[in-house]
């Protein structure tokens, strides 16, 4: 792996790695020293087209607790459209010779654009409506966590599906990782070819009741204003009132359901207080997992795996013996090898 | 100066015409056609033909180039030099250049420009409104005695169906046949690809078929109440094609052409996010390209027109909502005509000509061209079915490079192209055929 | 060496771990992933024998703390250390299969400073390959078995933890990787 695109290109494979990896990373967050040499020299940039205070303070917040020194970039949307162009942009950021740039960009596929003009990794951090991938995995741990797998759950994904890049990272995952997707929303915001989206197929539902009854997740999403003047809905009165999520809604989903949310919320509009608040929801354990995953996805990208070739476990029985800079040259004072084994 | 073209076969729907037999050209003017074994008149260049398609110079009604006002992309010169290395002997350009050609200056500026050019014939289309903004007709008589052949307001389409009436009802006063193409713009919402599951994936909006549907409904309606003759442009949908089937049916004056690009590349091709697959309209699902096969094989489709659309490589390096819409075309359209749709069998050669050359002539009442007979200009597009052949962009005669097909081989393609008896194209592999005079070639 | 040897290895490392630290007082025993672990529990085991309590015992995985992170593989396993309690002011046995280098252990060291300031930090192995090879100024505090090596052998260590049979044993490298 040498982007981190999108969920849909993913392996369950790859996927459950990434999360086995963010699980030790969470743990270096509870230490006092909250900080490991994992990606010394390592420079991260955080490239950020669209303001997004909590998803770029994650990253950072993550690349410092590997010792990577991280850069904040944001671009306000006006000055782009005047200036320099994204690939101009990317190639001056790479002439700078960083390990990894992380992108949020309004347009969908713009992070594929830079991996066209840059050596480094590209870490996708929201493009448009396409994908947000680490957003899924910080999801994914979450439910991991508090459901001890994602096999075989129900999941309920509420709100705004078309616009949204969380629920499409999330229905790829999820249903990779072999959990059911249902869906449901506003007609206007809630597609029907959704349940094609993926060979398991998702359930596209009109009303939320039925894509919540018996789900073990119900994750929901956050409803933008400008909706509303686009005329997707009439009113967020109304949208409160009829795919708001209310402690009703959730006494029909199993007992023992638990309540998700990207952020920032509309309290009151898209969930009710009492459930953001109460004893089910994980928003919070949400943005603890963020900084783990994301320091999962940048250690495995600007760091262990960046020139890797996948190493086969037969190297690794032999190195696993020895010593960690084991020189493999036959005679002293030759240049050394480097070590291709890993020590577990 | 008299050229003969030997031993080929001639393909020519307007005469009925498809057979072995000699043409003999003079002085730009067809002479006509010849058994292989009639005495060849004196002082005659010759173009051996052998194994070769010698068909009516092709027509591609439909293309942008770009002057004036946006040189960079293309100039008449460049485009005409794509169009002849594609085939085509003559073009249609589109009006929407800078300043727009909605007044006779305009058009009388690109007549001149293509006839500086010389290669192939550049026939102009003149606005519908002015500036193409939808809110008065512009001066459609003054154009079409300057030599306009049509008008439309094409990438701008008349957005009401009371603006769209009177315009037809103005440009039939003319005999000019009006143009649109067909998208309700308040329906494709700014979308820069077709909706469905690729646009879902993709995480880009979307514009639904039913965007061109309805406004190919409404002109099939209104071409009913005025009477006027309308066609159609680049038709991408099932629903627009049947629209126009069932005008045809009724009688109507409706006629309608395709881009090569919507039987070639479904939505699944904007994968990637390479902007040379975003034009409008989109590529679309193979459900679509299956109804524009059926309207090709069962003659609903009157023409083949690229759409031919130069953006410069820096504009199209924009992220993919950003990125201008549209592909350049020329000198693809026939490889993917031959490949496509010869090769496969949805239609025969001789269909292929009545596609390229026959009807877009009868759809602009070009009384001269789009035939062999006697008298007509001596435009004349001489196919290989056979050669194989590769396209690379980078030696494309256009300005632009944006296109989807670079790499694509084909089997099948254009050898020579000649308008008004001179040979302005010649592929190098094929200068042998030609013996006696000089051979005048488009310098580069 | 041979299972037998290797169990009479660990309980003189055991008992000279107990010696050397006057008893059990302020105890941990540190085993460095993978191969230290098994061996920091069967000391453990011995000095429960010997003294009747079971020293606690952690773990620490050194991958993040590594000095060669760009030659490691493309998909490295983080398993994550876990230490039984506080490590202020209490004294360290670090426990490892083979000394080399030192660069594990330099890893490990670093890595155990950032979770607190032990009073003490000592080094156990099961074989040392000598003070030549080694490239920073690390030394073991108890020793199982010197073992003086060539650069172009290696040290198999294994235990039934991992492996199908238990021994240590002296190989060739392969000729491929010797000349690479």
Redesign the interface.
């Known amino acids: 792996?040498k982007h981190l695109l999108g969920i849909?290109e993913l392996s369950a494979d790859q996927i459950v790695?990434l999360l086995?990896?963010a699980?030790?990373?969470r743990?270096?967050s509870k230490?006092?020293?909250k900080?490991?040499?994992?990606?010394r020299g390592r420079t991260v940039i955080n490239l950020f087209f669209e303001a997004s205070t909590r998803t770029r303070t994650s990253f950072e917040i993550a690349a410092k607790r590997?010792s990577a020194d991280a850069v904040n970039i944001s671009v306000s949307t006006s000055s782009v459209s005047k200036g320099e162009?994204?690939?101009d942009t990317a190639r001056n950021l790479q002439a700078m010779a960083p390990d990894c740039i992380v992108i949020r960009?309004q347009?969908?596929?713009?992070p594929?654009?830079l991996t066209r003009v840059c050596d480094a990794a590209i870490v996708n951090a929201g493009?448009?409506?396409?994908?947000h991938p680490t957003q899924a995995l910080l999801d994914a741990l979450t439910i991991r966590e508090h459901k001890g797998g994602i096999d075989g759950l129900k999941v309920a994904i509420i709100g705004d599906i078309?616009h949204s890049?969380v629920a499409?990272s999330n229905i790829y995952l999820l249903s990779k990782l072999g959990a059911t997707v249902s869906v449901a929303g506003p007609g206007t915001l809630v597609?029907p070819?959704?349940a094609?989206?993926i060979e398991q197929g998702v359930r596209v539902e009109q009303r939320i009741e039925d894509a919540i009854v018996d789900s073990d997740v119900v994750m929901i999403l956050r409803m933008q204003r400008e909706r509303q003047t686009d005329a997707f809905f009439p009113s967020m009165r109304e949208y409160a009132v009829h795919y708001g999520l209310h402690l009703n809604h959730l006494n029909l989903a199993a007992t023992d359901a638990i309540v998700m949310h990207p952020g920032p919320m509309n309290r009151g509009i898209e969930i009710s207080s009492e459930i953001a608040d109460g004893g089910r929801s994980l928003i919070l354990d949400q943005v603890t997992n963020g900084v783990a995953v994301r320091m999962a996805v940048l250690?495995?990208l600007a760091?262990?795996?960046?020139?890797?070739?996948?190493?086969s476990r037969d190297?690794?029985v032999?190195a696993?013996?020895?010593?960690?800079?084991?020189?493999?040259?036959?005679?002293?004072g030759r240049t050394r090898?480097?070590?291709?084994?890993?020590?577990? | 100066m008299r050229l003969l073209i030997q031993n080929g076969y001639i393909i020519d729907p307007a005469q009925g015409l498809n057979t072995g037999k000699n043409l003999l050209v003079e002085d730009g003017r067809i002479v006509g056609v010849l058994g292989y074994s009639d005495p060849i008149p004196e002082a005659t260049e010759l173009f051996d033909a052998t194994g070769l398609i010698v068909a009516p110079g092709f027509i591609d009604m439909h293309v942008h180039l770009r002057e004036p006002g946006h040189e960079y992309k293309e100039t008449i010169a460049s485009g005409a030099a794509a169009a002849v290395a594609g085939g085509f002997t003559t073009v249609c350009a589109m009006p929407n250049t800078s300043p727009v050609n909605d007044n006779a200056a305009v058009t009388r500026f690109v007549i001149e420009q293509a006839e500086r050019a010389g290669l192939a014939s550049v026939l102009p289309i003149g606005a519908v409104t002015k500036n193409s903004e939808g809110i008065e007709l512009a001066e459609m008589g003054e154009m079409k005695d300057a030599g306009i052949v049509a008008v439309s307001d094409d990438g701008c389409p008349v957005p009401t169906a009371g603006m769209m009436r009177r315009a037809m009802e103005y440009a039939r006063g003319f005999d000019l046949p009006v143009i649109d193409h067909c998208e309700d713009k308040s329906l494709a919402r700014g979308g820069v690809m077709h909706e469905g599951h690729w646009s879902l994936v993709l995480g880009l909006r979307g514009m639904p078929a039913a965007a061109e549907e309805v406004d190919a409904e409404r002109d099939c309606v209104l071409a009913e109440l005025t009477g006027a003759r309308v066609h159609l442009a680049h038709l991408s949908t099932r629903g627009a094609i049947e629209a126009v089937r069932r005008a045809r049916q009724k009688g109507l004056h409706v006629s309608c052409e395709v881009a090569p690009h919507h039987w070639s590349l479904t939505d699944e091709a904007c994968q990637g996010y390479d902007t040379n697959t975003k034009m409008n309209p989109p590529l679309r699902s193979q459900d679509y390209i299956d109804a524009i096969l059926e309207g090709l094989r069962d003659g609903t489709i009157d023409a083949i027109a690229s759409d031919h659309a130069p953006h410069h490589a820096d504009e199209k390096a924009l992220e993919f909502d950003q990125a201008p819409n549209g592909i350049v075309g020329l000198e693809t359209s026939i490889g993917l005509a031959m490949e496509r749709l010869v090769n496969t069998g949805v239609i025969s050669l001789e269909r292929l000509v009545e596609l390229c050359a026959t009807n877009p002539a009868r759809i602009l009442k070009l009384q001269d061209r789009g035939t062999l007979s006697a008298g007509a200009r001596a435009d004349v597009t001489i196919l290989d079915p056979e050669m194989t052949w590769t396209f690379d962009v980078s030696r494309s005669k256009s300005k632009s490079r944006n296109s989807p097909f670079n790499g694509y081989s084909f089997r099948g393609g254009v050898v020579a192209t000649i308008v008004r008896g001179r040979i302005v194209h010649l592929l190098p592999e094929y200068s042998r055929s030609v013996r006696g005079t000089r051979i005048e070639l488009a310098a580069r | 060496m041979d299972e037998a040897r290797i169990n009479r290895a660990l309980a003189r490392l055991a008992s000279e771990i107990v010696e050397e630290n006057h008893g059990l007082t302020d105890l941990i025993l540190v085993g460095i992933r993978r191969r230290g672990v098994p061996l920091a529990n069967r000391i453990a085991d011995k000095i429960s024998d010997l003294e009747g309590t079971r020293p606690p015992v952690g773990i620490l995985d050194i991958t993040l703390y590594r000095d060669d992170l760009s030659t490691v593989g493309a998909k490295p396993i983080v398993s994550g250390t876990e230490l039984p309690g506080d490590i202020e002011g209490r004294t360290i046995v670090l426990i490892d299969d083979v000394l080399y280098t030192g660069r594990t252990v330099r890893a490990a060291l670093d890595q155990l400073i950032d979770f607190g300031r032990p009073r003490r930090v000592q080094l156990a192995v099961l074989v040392d390959r000598g003070n030549e090879h080694r490239e920073l100024p690390i030394q073991a505090d108890y020793i199982g078995k010197l073992v003086p090596t060539k650069k172009s052998e290696i040290i198999k260590v294994m235990l039934t933890d991992f492996d199908e049979d238990e021994g240590v044993v002296i190989v060739e490298r392969p000729a491929a990787e010797a000349a690479a």
Do not use: C, W
């Not at chain 1, 900080?35 to 990606?39: S, T």
């Not at chain 1, 347009?107 to 713009?110: D, K, L, R, T, V």
């Open positions: 792996m849909r790695h086995d990896t699980e030790t990373f743990d270096i230490r006092e020293i900080k490991v040499p994992a990606l590997l162009t994204l690939l960009h347009s969908a596929g713009a594929y654009h493009d448009g409506a396409h994908e078309l890049r499409r597609p070819e959704f094609e989206l250690y495995l760091g262990a795996g960046k020139d890797g070739q996948e190493v190297v690794n032999v696993e013996s020895d010593e960690t800079s084991r020189s493999v040259g036959g005679v002293r090898k480097p070590r291709r084994g890993t020590r577990n």
